[in-house]
C-alpha cells in the first residue's frame, strides 16, 4: 500500500498506458514533455501543478525531474468567467490567492484549463464537468488481521485495522476516487504527516449490486510496536467517467507490471493538449470533482 506520493510517481503513471493504445513515439534522451497534475474542486484546495519530465530513461531519476515554473495558469468555467491561478511557496504549483475571495467551485459548471508557458507555447483541456456530491455516510474502523507470505515463502500474520466507510452512488456521482491523509504521533518521535492524493484509488457503480456501498475498504493500518495514535481525514471524491477511465488504465498498468521498474510499454492519453501542436505528448489530466471530507482518530 503507498501512502506516500512523491513526483518520481506522478512521472512515471503519465509514462504508462492502457492496452488499447500503443506506444507510438520513441522518446529522444533529453526531451522533455509537460505533466499536469489539476484538480477543481468545490472545496478549499483547487490547484494546477506543472512540472517537465525528462527523457524515458532517466524518469526514474528525481533529479530529473523539473517544476514548470512561471507560465500563466488560468481557469474558464461555463459562465465565461476566468480565474487566475499563481505561483506560490511551491515552484510549479498553481493555486487561487484571491484571500478575500477564496475560488470555490461550482456544482453544475463546467471548467477548462489554459496554460502559457514562458516558451510561448499554450496549452488547454477538454472541458471538466463538475457534479453534485456523493453521499459519504461514515468512516470507521474495525480490528483485522491479515496473512501475507514473506520472502522466505511462510505465511506470517500482521495484525491491525481496517478502515471502512458507508457510502451512496447517485444519479451523478457514478465514479468515486479516494485520498487521504494523516498524522501519526508516537511518543518521543517527531509527528509524521503522510498523504496520499488517491490517483489510482477508484471505482464505479457498475461493479456493485446497489447504490448503497457497506464497509468498503479504504486502508488498513499495521499494528505498531510502540503505541500511535492516528489522525485520519479521508477524502472522497465524485469524480467524471473521463478522469475514472484515466486513473483506472493507469491502475491497471501498475498492477499488471507490478512495479515502477518494470518495462513501460505505452502511453495513456490524458485530457490536454497543444493548441498549436495536436501531436506534442502531454501527460496527466485535468480533473473537476466535488469533494467530502470525514475524520476519524485511533490508536495502534
Not at 216 to 239: D, S
Request: aromatic share 14%; glycine share 6%; hydrophobic share 35%.
Amino acid at each position: 500500500m503507498k501512502h506516500n506520493f512523491n513526483y518520481i510517481f506522478l512521472i512515471y503513471i503519465f509514462f504508462t498506458v492502457g492496452c488499447e493504445e500503443p506506444l507510438n513515439w520513441q522518446p529522444v534522451e533529453n526531451s522533455k514533455n509537460l505533466v499536469v497534475d489539476g484538480l477543481i474542486l468545490n472545496h478549499k484546495g483547487s490547484y494546477i501543478r506543472l512540472s517537465n519530465s525528462t527523457s524515458y530513461n532517466s524518469v526514474l531519476d528525481a533529479g530529473n525531474v523539473t517544476p514548470l515554473i512561471g507560465a500563466t495558469v488560468i481557469i474558464e468555467d461555463s459562465n465565461g468567467n476566468i480565474h487566475n491561478f499563481y505561483e506560490q511557496l511551491i515552484p510549479g504549483t498553481y493555486v487561487d490567492t484571491e484571500n478575500t475571495d477564496p475560488f470555490y467551485g461550482v456544482i453544475g459548471l463546467s471548467y477548462k484549463l489554459h496554460i502559457k508557458t514562458t516558451q510561448g507555447k499554450e496549452y488547454t483541456s477538454k472541458t471538466e464537468r463538475l457534479n453534485e456530491t456523493a453521499y459519504f455516510d461514515s468512516l470507521f474502523y474495525l480490528p483485522q488481521k491479515k496473512e501475507k507470505i514473506n520472502a522466505h515463502n511462510n505465511v506470517i500474520v500482521e495484525r491491525g485495522i481496517q478502515i471502512y466507510s458507508n457510502f451512496q452512488f447517485g444519479s451523478s456521482s457514478q465514479y468515486i476516487r479516494w485520498g487521504w491523509s494523516y498524522v501519526k504521533t508516537t511518543p518521543g518521535i517527531p509527528p509524521q504527516i503522510v498523504q496520499d492524493f488517491g490517483y489510482t484509488n477508484v471505482t464505479t457503480r457498475a461493479v456493485f449490486n446497489s447504490d448503497a456501498i457497506h464497509k468498503f475498504q479504504i486502508l488498513f493500518f499495521k499494528e505498531q510496536e510502540n503505541a500511535t495514535n492516528y489522525n485520519l481525514t479521508v477524502r472522497q471524491y465524485n469524480i467524471n467517467k473521463e478522469a475514472y477511465d484515466f486513473w483506472r488504465k493507469v491502475k491497471g498498468q501498475e498492477i499488471n507490471t507490478g512495479t515502477i521498474f518494470d518495462p513501460l510499454p505505452s502511453q495513456i492519453n490524458g485530457n490536454i493538449y497543444n493548441i498549436n501542436d495536436p501531436d506534442e505528448i502531454i501527460f496527466g489530466f485535468f480533473s473537476a470533482a466535488s469533494v467530502v471530507e470525514r475524520e476519524i482518530e485511533f490508536n495502534l
